[in-house]
């Protein structure tokens, strides 16, 4: 991901430079595969239970991945920042070498009253990011952009590692799907500037190739679980 204080000249500059090589595809292409609705999970955690619980995902940017579930109905809160490393190297400049163990990943706190953790991984497969990319998402390469799955307990790494199996039964992807399952894995909040990204700047160029389209996708393809004002981090 482009660091934010000069995201706007670095993409404008490298789009340049694709075009000046005469190359016909874009760096910056969001996603390899189109955006489809896959089947809901067979497996699935029952309704009600506790007031709220938490599911960690990790999709490539965490910009695009918290921007998607901020406009989810039933998630009360999406934070992006760290998992699968130390909390010593939970930081910025530290996961983009790619030596950390980190995945940029969201925390979703949600309501299961209202939306199921199946659910939440039905959107997370459908439209939050592409599954059958290896160490990477779009335009950014690495470990730290890897698809995880960070379950915050057994029930949530059954509910997981069946619904990988189920789809890739189904052919649902023309590539396997390479989502890890990593439990016992912390998760750190990101820096203050990366909190609500998507929302404080709609117009970088990076968020309206790669990030807002994902939004587009939640709400033409779950329009029942779309929310318009997105839910936002406290003090961001």
Request: glycine fraction near 8%.
């Amino acid at each position: 991901m482009t660091r934010p204080v000069a995201a706007a000249v670095v993409v404008l500059s490298v789009a340049a430079a694709v075009l000046v090589a005469g190359q016909s595809r874009s760096l910056f292409q969001a996603r390899q595969e189109t955006p489809r609705l896959v089947p809901a999970p067979d497996v699935d955690a029952p309704e009600g239970g506790a007031a709220t619980e938490v599911a960690v995902l990790a999709g490539g940017c965490f910009w695009g991945v918290q921007g998607v579930y901020q406009h989810t109905i039933g998630v009360i809160s999406a934070v992006s920042g760290y998992a699968g490393g130390e909390k010593r190297t939970a930081d910025y400049d530290l996961v983009g070498t790619g030596t950390t163990g980190h995945a940029e990943s969201v925390q979703v706190t949600f309501d299961p009253r209202q939306v199921s953790f199946g659910r939440l991984l039905q959107i997370y497969f459908s439209v939050a990011h592409d599954p059958t990319q290896l160490d990477r998402q779009g335009p950014d390469t690495g470990p730290q952009y890897r698809s995880a799955i960070f379950p915050a307990n057994a029930e949530q790494a059954a509910i997981a590692k069946a619904y990988i199996a189920q789809l890739d039964r189904a052919s649902v992807f023309p590539y396997p799907i390479v989502t890890r399952i990593e439990p016992d894995r912390a998760f750190y909040p990101a820096e203050k500037y990366h909190q609500d990204y998507m929302t404080r700047h709609p117009h970088d160029p990076y968020i309206m190739v790669n990030d807002l389209p994902k939004v587009a996708d939640l709400k033409r393809l779950f329009p029942s679980r779309y929310r318009s004002d997105p839910v936002l981090v406290r003090g961001s």
